[in-house]
């Protein structure tokens, strides 16, 4: 399985996105105390507010790994993936 956003590929960030709630399915981009920059997908969001993030690859670690962040660690939220046109 290839991962959503393969290397070459640039993403689209947005930070006012985030006045509104968070729901899973959504991807962010997350400043991680452990793991730094990443962008993941909102597994769940609980009681507390936090926000508890999977990746979409075999290899990506699992949202235990992971653990909740705080709505204050989220850079913006991802509107657009997109690969660059390959050159002859």
Known sequence: MEPIIPD???ILVVKWLL???????????INHPNYGVIVKTVA??????????????????????????????????VIGIFTPKKRN
């Open 44 to 77: 769940i969001v609980d009681r507390n507010g936090f926000i508890w993030s999977k990746g979409e690859s075999f290899n990506s670690l699992s949202v235990e790994e992971l653990g909740p962040v705080d709505k204050s660690q989220l850079l913006g939220r």
């Open 19 to 29: 006045i509104f709630p968070i729901k899973p399915e959504q991807r962010l981009v």
């Open 8 to 10: 070459d590929c640039f």
